[in-house]
């Protein structure tokens, strides 16, 4: 499958999500308990608290392992490695129910975008990778998937996962070449399904105490 649609940005919808940094937000408490005094927290783009330490590069390595290398990366390798093809094939005929095959289409493609371009990022900051561990495959990868995308709230957010896969400045960036290239919705489309097919993971998984983002 291969994303065939190309959006060109107006110049001032770019430089509107360049100057967002095409990831971050900040809430701030208005009722803050002590005048004087705000919380502020800041928020991915499309919901969820910023990870911002260390990324968790040992099963960004797995992942990429698991969808065929970094050269021939697609992301329904990565699904059908770590939970089969059967398995794979149900959670794409729900998610095509629930949002129609342009979306979920859409939606895999874009995460192999996202990683592959995750990757050039990396190594243009400078990034390896370790070698994939040995025995981070199959079931044991796609629960550490679902473990390192659900944040302190209990819910499982796709940018939450970006952070720790590959670090949070790196995840802005690869989300201004997905906008710049492929348009906003397309961006939003990725984080909104990934959000709901890493929630049925967790619910198969029997890790039923993952909620399920507001963007779904």
């Not at 509107?16 to 783009?45: F, I, S």
């Not at 992301?75 to 059967?86: N, R």
């Not at 970006?162 to 670090?167: G, Q």
Request: with cysteine.
């Amino acid at each position: 499958m291969k994303i065939t649609k190309k959006l060109v940005m107006a110049p001032a919808a770019l430089a509107a999500v360049l100057g967002l940094l095409c990831g971050t937000t900040t809430a701030t408490a208005a009722d803050a308990p002590q005048a004087g005094h705000t919380m502020t927290m800041a928020m991915n783009w499309f919901g969820g608290p910023v990870y911002d330490g260390a990324p968790a590069l040992a099963a960004t390595a797995a992942l990429v392992q698991a969808g065929g290398g970094a050269e021939h990366f697609t992301f329904a390798q990565a699904l059908v490695s770590m939970l089969g093809e059967k398995t794979v094939n149900a959670e794409v005929a729900k998610l095509t129910k629930q949002y129609g095959k342009k979306d979920v289409d859409g939606f895999l493609n874009g995460m192999t975008f996202a990683i592959k371009d995750g990757l050039k990022r990396a190594t243009e900051a400078g990034v390896k990778l370790p070698d994939a561990p040995a025995d981070l495959k199959g079931v044991k990868l796609a629960r550490a998937l679902v473990q390192a995308g659900t944040a302190p709230d209990g819910i499982f957010w796709a940018g939450y996962l970006f952070d720790k896969a590959i670090s949070h400045k790196l995840h802005n960036q690869v989300m201004v070449d997905i906008d710049v290239k492929y348009g906003h919705g397309a961006d939003e489309n990725t984080h909104k399904v990934l959000n709901q097919a890493m929630y049925d993971v967790a619910q198969a998984l029997g890790d039923t105490h993952v909620k399920l983002a507001s963007l779904h």
